[in-house]
């Protein structure tokens, strides 16, 4: 039933208009930033490269920039794409028909959930075509690419997360899409705000960002990988309480 709500929630996000912008939008902008970057390498700074010992391939001047750049485009664009996940229900008066389904409570929040990350992986796909298509001109370091693509994923997976949650809070779509996003930036900036406090430890280790960067420098932690599911299953299970207290009160 999991995998019925999701195709069902996915089908409707590619009826959705904004859902399409998404779609072309985002590897617009990454395909220009790629090929600007991939310009750079070419021009300036492979021959200076080619006299340097040790210097970095192409894949590392291209790669991680480009993912990171991806991470921060989603971490607008997550929130615009799960505000109406269950807000629009909320509003519409569909919840309470939901909730009278023969599905529980965690098969509807699953599926929805894998409904949106459906959609973002098919994004995340035709992203990481753009540092396959250096293989027509030279070699690829695809370790490096492996983690990166890694990382962004479980980031994917992280901010449909915390979404899906606040969409879960209210009937207002833009509420939804408000609170998402400052959640996700708080999550994103916590180590900018440890700067000179004791407390300096602890939110570095809670800081999204930090358990990103890692992945970009093609190093695989279980740590960072574990911080991740941890966010996930949190906000999951969040999600699911806020919707069963819910369906206890209707």
């Known amino acids: 039933m999991i995998f019925t709500i999701a195709w069902r929630e996915l089908r409707t996000l590619f009826l959705s208009p ?8 985002v590897p617009l902008l990454l395909t220009i ?3 600007g970057r991939l310009v750079a390498y070419t021009d300036q700074y492979a021959p200076v490269y080619a006299m340097t010992e040790n ?13 990171w750049t991806a991470s921060i485009i989603f971490l607008i ?28 409570i ?38 490096l690419l492996a983690s990166g693509l890694l990382g962004l994923a479980l980031v994917l997976a992280g901010f449909a997360a915390v979404g899906v949650f606040m969409s879960s809070l209210t009937q207002y779509a833009a509420v939804a899409a408000i609170g998402a996003f400052g959640t996700l930036l708080l ?10 406090l004791h407390s300096g430890g602890l939110l570095e280790y809670l800081s999204l960002a930090n358990h990103y960067l ?25 999600s699911i309480r806020r919707l069963d207290a819910d369906r206890l009160g209707a």
């Open 18 to 25: 904004l859902a399409w912008v998404i779609f072309v939008v």
């Open 33 to 35: 930033l790629f090929l």
């Open 55 to 67: 210097a970095i391939g192409i894949t590392e001047f291209i790669v991680p920039p480009l993912l």
């Open 77 to 104: 664009v997550v929130p615009l794409l799960t505000m109406r996940v269950f807000a629009e229900e909320r509003r519409s008066k569909t919840l309470t028909l939901l909730f009278s389904a023969p599905v529980s």
């Open 106 to 143: 965690t098969e509807i929040v699953l599926g929805k959930y894998f409904g949106v990350l459906g959609f973002l992986f098919t994004v995340l796909a035709l992203i990481g075509l753009l540092p396959l298509s250096l293989l027509t001109g030279g070699a690829l370091d695809f370790g």
């Open 187 to 196: 999550f994103w900036v916590l180590d900018w705000s440890s700067q000179g």
């Open 214 to 238: 890692p992945f970009l420098q093609g190093l695989f932690d279980s740590t960072d990988a574990l911080y991740h599911l941890l966010l996930i299953v949190t906000f999951l299970t969040l």
